[in-house]
């Protein structure tokens, strides 16, 4: 396989209201979509996105590098795994390494080439359920998205928390379960705002609500590691997560149920997927998460998220965020869920570059 052609551009996308957690904000998504044309003419697009915050990589060190490859032709192997070692040792930078195995995916389905030694033995889901997120806002707001969303068909909400009092925290959640008692399934997500001893005196008091579990108490990892010991509501682990082996050993040697991946900052879409693989064999969950991307890189996620066999909700609600999109959202959300169909993947970008 030969990647011909390599063309780029730069994107802009504006939220419609800044979204916060408990350290950062922005109003706007960045990147790169890079479009692909192998020597069969096939045509296809990958997304690099770095994510403020979150990514070793700055939105300038991709756009010097992806300049220099454009420059010439991209050979990949026939074999899928000597392929992805090729992509690895094309860029340090993840969000790279992620559009182009992006391209590598969508072109093995396009091509109808290889796929099923991958993929041989996955039973690929067709119905996908869905999270939304809620930002640090107002208890108001907050709940008037829970009921908007709710009256969608989404039933997983996830509510960023760690305000400056916690008191402000616990009275948000007093609001959502005497409004929504057994109604909706609630993730918390702390973005490692807390101290150890912190943490552990505010999920003592947590432990009265009903919560799926909550993301990140502390940043350190082993501060959470060891809440994951000792609490009652479930950790779950996603920033302090570095890499691919780091989420293994956690999986070996931990009593962490749930990781949280977002595969643009691991900078694998085939490792995410391995990974998915490998927690099931442990009977724990990988739950796969959106660093805000366009529609063009959402598409990748969407399959990644399929090769999960639990029924657990997945991160992917973030398309309404945005003004609007690069292209149209094949995967739009409906009833709280993301319908996907194998043979209509890769989906077609109606995009004018």
């Known amino acids: 396989m030969i990647l011909k052609v390599i063309k780029y551009f730069l994107f802009s996308l504006p939220l419609k209201t800044e979204f916060k957690n408990s350290y950062s904000a922005f109003d706007k998504r960045e990147g790169i979509i890079i479009k692909a044309i192998d020597e069969e003419s096939n045509v296809t697009y990958g997304e690099a996105s770095p994510l403020l915050g979150f990514s070793s990589e700055s939105l300038k060190e991709l756009e010097e590098e992806i300049k220099l490859i454009s420059q010439n032709e991209i050979f990949l192997d026939d074999d899928i795994e000597n392929a992805r070692v090729q992509i690895k040792n094309l860029s340090n930078l993840n969000s790279l390494r992620f559009a182009f195995e992006q391209i590598l995916l969508n072109l093995l389905f396009i091509r109808k080439y290889e796929q099923k030694k991958f993929f041989s033995n996955r039973c690929l889901k067709k119905e996908i359920y869905i999270n939304t997120v809620l930002d640090i806002s107002e208890p108001e707001f907050v709940i008037g998205e829970i009921q908007k969303k709710y009256n969608q068909g989404y039933r997983t909400f996830k509510i960023k928390i760690g305000r400056e009092n916690f008191a402000d925290d616990f009275s948000l959640l007093e609001l959502v379960y005497k409004k929504f008692l057994n109604k909706i399934i609630v993730r918390l997500d702390a973005n490692g705002k807390w101290s150890y001893e912190k943490a552990k005196s505010y999920l003592k008091e947590l432990e009265k609500f009903k919560i799926e579990f909550i993301e990140e108490p502390c940043a350190e990892l082993m501060c959470n590691l060891e809440l994951a010991k ?56 990988i739950i796969v998460s959106s660093a805000f991307e366009s529609s063009i890189g959402k598409s990748a996620l969407v399959f990644i998220t399929s090769c999960a066999s639990h029924s657990y909700a997945h991160g992917l609600d973030t398309s309404d965020f945005f003004e609007y999109n690069i292209c149209f959202d094949q995967y739009a959300i409906k009833n709280g869920n993301i319908n996907f169909e194998i043979k209509d993947f890769p989906p077609s970008y109606d995009l004018q570059i």
């Open 230 to 285: 000792e609490s009652k509501v479930e950790i779950a682990l996603d920033e302090c997560v570095k890499n691919i082996n780091d989420a293994k050993n956690i999986i070996d040697e931990s009593q962490i149920n749930f990781i949280v991946v977002k595969p643009m900052i691991y900078g694998s879409v085939f490792d995410s997927i391995e990974l998915i693989n490998y927690a099931e064999t442990k009977n724990k969950c």
